[in-house]
């Protein structure tokens, strides 16, 4: 058995939309492009276990959703933090776009105010058989 966690990207969002937020989301999502990697791998498991040569995958996926907001914003923030330096690196972003210093509170400071976070994160459990042969 694997198990694994897979950040879906491309579906975090909050209700009602935080700008903030949002451009969060997508400088996250422009950086593991500029990286060369794929969004939201998950959902391509059973392909790839099929690609890796195991007969009759199967999977679990669990869905954690936070009770409080403030963790899937401190969530990305810590996410955004990582990414920076590559951000500006890569040109995501423009050096000093995005102050590392009041970024997280920020953010929290206007989940705070108006809005529900819906955090996309899955947990994946996964299995498969050799082929024979």
Request: proline letters at 6%; glycine letters at 10%.
């Amino acid at each position: 058995m694997v198990t694994f966690q897979d950040l879906n990207t491309t579906r975090i969002r909050s209700v009602p939309a935080l700008p903030l937020l949002t451009r969060g989301i997508a400088v996250v999502n422009d950086c593991l492009r500029a990286a060369g990697r794929t969004l939201d791998t998950g959902e391509r498991l059973y392909s790839l276990f099929r690609e890796a040569g195991l007969t009759d995958p199967e999977f679990a996926v669990a869905v954690p959703t936070p009770q409080d907001k403030e963790s899937a914003v401190v969530m990305l923030g810590q996410t955004l933090l990582t990414a920076l330096p590559f951000a500006e690196e890569a040109g995501v972003v423009t050096p000093g776009d995005l102050d590392p210093d009041t970024l997280s509170l920020r953010q929290l400071e206007v989940a705070g105010q108006r809005a529900g976070v819906l955090d996309c994160r899955r947990t994946r459990a996964g299995r498969g058989r050799q082929s024979a042969g």
